[in-house]
């Protein structure tokens, strides 16, 4: 009997690249300069708390953060390797 494999992948900051969307969402909307992020809330910590607001509402609804950026190099190959696996 063959068992399947069952995996979970978390797609922000591990698949998908949402902070260099977000670093532009903030720099075309409010002219920010973020830095890459050194730790988890990096973002949060360079913007006001309208911004932060902004990016979690308008910025995901109106703007695309989770539609329009990049997956990192090599995940669509991974997720191919992991889905043969079972």
């Not at 949402?18 to 949060?44: N, P």
């Not at 390797?81 to 079972?86: D, I, P, R």
């Amino acid at each position: 009997m063959r068992r399947s494999l069952r995996i979970a992948v978390d797609l922000d900051g591990v698949c998908y690249d949402w902070e260099k969307c977000a670093r532009w969402l903030l720099d075309d909307k409010y002219g920010l300069c973020i830095r890459q992020s050194t730790e988890w809330d990096s973002i949060k910590k360079q913007v006001t708390p309208t911004q932060w607001h902004w990016l979690w509402n308008e910025g995901i609804d109106d703007y695309g953060l989770f539609a329009d950026g990049d997956v990192y190099v090599g995940t669509k190959q991974a997720l191919q390797v992991l889905s043969g696996l079972g």
